[in-house]
T-cell receptor, first 107, second 114 residues
């Protein structure tokens, strides 16, 4: 069975500090991994996906198959990054989401 | 392009009743997935429909069912409501439901069971 674990429910950093949101997964095949974000009073939306290998809003995420991780990183956090972040794994049309991490960036 | 819409946005029901929620995907999207979001359980996958067929199913009891129409609009039905069914129900659409497809989420329907 596929599983996604986000060990931190809450994460708080100061503006300008680096931030890393952890995501570990369990899946025997080659998964497709995503990070979704939900800003206050907005709907859930895609932030980035591992196959794109892109940086969105300064965020990057590298798939580490050896450690089965897909951590989300940003070198300098901004206040507007405060949101709920979900890591998700997709396989055969089924998506499994982690429990989410609430990131608060303090001024 | 209009986003995913869900109706109604809020619903209050009592135990034992049944409820039907509706989702209209983005035009051209053929895959619709449903999720239950609760504070304690996070986002739980209910099922996914593609071309009017249920293609994937999560671990929910048979009281939860759905369907998809030829225009890709989807409905979800919950029968014999229980207090624990109180949640935000999210619908997401994607082009084909392939793993690499981005899912676009609706605003959700907030269901309260009294």
């Amino acid at each position: 069975a596929q599983r996604v674990t986000q060990p931190e429910k809450l994460l708080s950093v100061f503006k300008g500090a680096p931030v890393e949101l952890k995501c570990n997964y369990s899946y025997s095949g080659s998964p497709e991994l995503f990070w979704y974000v939900q800003y206050s009073r907005q709907r859930l939306q895609l932030l980035l996906r591992h196959i794109s290998r892109e940086s969105i809003k300064g965020f990057t995420a590298d798939l580490n198959k050896g450690e089965t991780s897909f951590h989300l990183k940003k070198p300098f956090a901004q206040e507007e990054d405060s949101a709920m972040y979900y890591c998700a794994l997709a396989n055969a049309g089924k998506s499994t989401f982690g429990d989410g991490t609430t990131l608060t960036v303090k001024p | 392009k209009a986003g995913v819409t869900q109706t109604p946005r809020y619903l209050i029901k009592t135990r034992g009743q049944q409820v039907t929620l509706s989702c209209s995907p983005i035009s051209g999207h053929r895959s619709v997935s449903w999720y239950q979001q609760t504070p304690g359980q996070g986002l739980q996958f209910l099922f996914e429909y593609f071309s009017e067929t249920q293609r994937n199913k999560g671990n929910f009891p048979g009281r939860f069912s759905g369907r998809q129409f030829s225009n890709s609009r989807s409905e979800m039905n919950v029968s014999t409501l229980e207090l624990g069914d109180s949640a935000l129900y999210l619908c997401a659409s994607s082009l084909t439901g392939q793993e690499s497809n981005e899912q676009f989420f609706g605003p959700g329907t907030r269901l309260t069971v009294l």
